[in-house]
């Protein structure tokens, strides 16, 4: 049998899957979605930096933990999930090209 021959089979496929169809919720649903994970995360970064963070509730609840509270690496840590959260609703606003097929 010669290579020119050999010719692959093509099998023959349907259409593939429909592409899904968005309503006009499903795309208010993620800009709402992406607009509260980035205020939530605007505030979580700024927060804990501003003067009534040391007064809040956890800080109170028990005295001991007030020194752990008000330390910067917990603030830091506090406003680091705050850009995180910013990064998702980026992320989110970027992916929101999907609704527009």
């Known amino acids: 049998?010669?290579?020119e021959?050999?010719?692959p089979i093509e099998e023959e496929r349907g259409p593939g899957p429909a592409a899904p169809r968005y309503r006009w919720h499903h795309k208010l649903l993620a800009l709402l979605g992406a607009a509260i994970a980035f205020e939530v995360?605007?505030?979580?970064i700024v927060f804990p930096w501003m003067d009534p963070w040391p007064n809040n509730y956890f800080a109170t609840v028990v005295p001991e933990w007030r020194r752990f509270w008000v330390s910067?690496?917990?603030?830091?840590?506090?406003s680091g999930l705050g850009l995180v959260n910013v990064?998702?609703?980026?992320?989110?606003?970027?992916?929101?090209?999907?609704?527009?097929?």
């Open 1 to 3: 049998m010669d290579l």
């Open 5 to 7: 021959q050999a010719q």
């Open 41 to 44: 995360g605007i505030f979580l």
């Open 72 to 78: 910067p690496y917990v603030r830091g840590a506090v």
């Open 87 to 101: 990064v998702i609703a980026l992320s989110e606003v970027f992916r929101l090209r999907r609704f527009s097929a």
